[in-house]
């Protein structure tokens, strides 16, 4: 038996929280699906903590998009009944796990992003918005050790490794655009000084990956031109995919609860 | 049984003591005062609301300590207690007090540093070893059996062991 996905009231609050939550779900998710099956034990255990964070993050705001919103949703409801039009995740973050070295170029393009952009967040007047980003600031820093780490060990490791690092970079590259961008309502809530310009961010963010990727004996790529889509429910046919395993219990028994 | 003699200090001080005898129940060692998880006790007539700050976002053990200071404050008399979480300002391991700080190292668990350490992308830090002191240990997992936990190993008595990350 099917069940109706919910309806969203997106004000520029619940949007702006809805897509921060999406990007958090999505990719601890993906991380999640590494479980019993990365090369190493501390891998295995890594990949589940950070996937761990990640969905933490994720419930956190979505309770607040729900408190936002004002109507009868709850993390639950936003994590299980929207269907993939109502996600607004970065493309960046559902993109398949692929070999070891794509998912730990996809972790660190999002963990370099998402300490600068945490960080920038913890003096938001908003007060819950504000936690929020201090806990996943400390937690993104983590993040972003370990996937540079990683970067490091692959790149400047054997040809095998190497070349897998680079190919990854390259094919990610062109989803990283969509985390600077921003829309009419998103940019209405940073001239109310709610949330920051994550445009700001990017040069910061290109010192840190340029500093890791070339320890790692590789370089970013010069292309400069950018998939978008993610922001405005527009995904890559992965995320189809992905919803259809995470949301399979609450759509096949709905309203199930532990 | 609460009965109307009792002050209502009294009675806040018997609900934060049941409250505050919750552990972790992943380091069971550690009350939830001890790790700065407990923020508020209060009263309202003789019905209870408990504040508590999530630490790590990912920590499976924060429902779990939700459930049982419920239990706790009903075996003490309490009826329907109601638990809220607060998220500001965030939790962090600078609020864990030094008497946790030294049970959480009789048990083996180095206890958190000071939380400058953590900012620098490869920085070195010195962890003392729990079992004999030794400050010679090397780092083997960022990420260890719980959210809060890294994975060290000491070079002088070759024990790993875990420690408790600054957060």
Known sequence: ?258 | MVTVLEHDSELRQRAWDAAASVVDPEIPVLTIADLGVLRDVTLDGDHVEVAITPTYSGCPAMNMIALEIEVALERAGFHRPKIRTVLSPAWTTDWMSEEGRRKLAAYGIAPPQASHSRRALFGEQAVACPQCGSDKTELLSEFGSTSCKALWRCKSCREPFDYFKCH
Not at chain 1, 10 to 37: F, K, N
Not at chain 1, 103 to 125: E, G, I, K, N
């Open chain 1, 1 to 258: 038996m099917a069940i109706a996905n919910i309806q969203v009231c997106e004000t520029p609050l619940v949007l702006y929280t809805l897509r921060r939550a999406d990007d958090a779900l999505i990719l601890g998710h993906r991380l999640s699906e590494w479980c019993g099956h990365a090369p190493m034990l501390e891998e295995d255990m890594a990949l589940s903590n950070i996937a761990l964070d990640l969905i933490g993050q994720a419930r956190e705001l979505y309770t607040y998009a729900a408190k936002a919103e004002g109507r009868d949703n709850d993390e639950d409801k936003l994590a299980y009944l929207r269907d993939v039009r109502q996600y607004r995740n970065l493309l960046l973050v559902e993109q398949p796990n692929g070999d070891f070295a794509q998912t730990m170029v996809r972790q660190f393009f999002y963990s370099a992003f998402a300490d600068l952009y945490w960080r920038a967040m913890m003096s938001s007047p908003d007060t819950t918005l504000a936690a929020i980003a201090a806990k996943s600031e400390k937690e993104s820093a983590y993040h972003l050790r370990h996937a540079s780490e990683w970067i490091i060990r692959l790149g400047d490791g054997t040809d095998e490794s190497r070349a897998r690092a680079q190919g990854a970079i390259d094919h990610l590259w062109a989803f990283t655009g969509e985390m600077f961008a921003v829309d009419d309502g998103e940019r209405a809530l940073i001239h109310a000084g709610i949330a920051i310009d994550p445009g700001t961010l990017r040069g910061r963010w290109l010192t840190t990956l340029s500093g890791v990727v070339s320890e790692a004996t590789l370089h970013l790529p010069q292309n400069d031109w950018m998939q978008q889509g993610g922001r405005a429910g527009r995904h890559s046919e992965h995320l189809g995919h992905l919803l259809s395993e995470l949301q399979s219990m609450q759509r096949t028994f709905p309203g199930q609860t532990w």
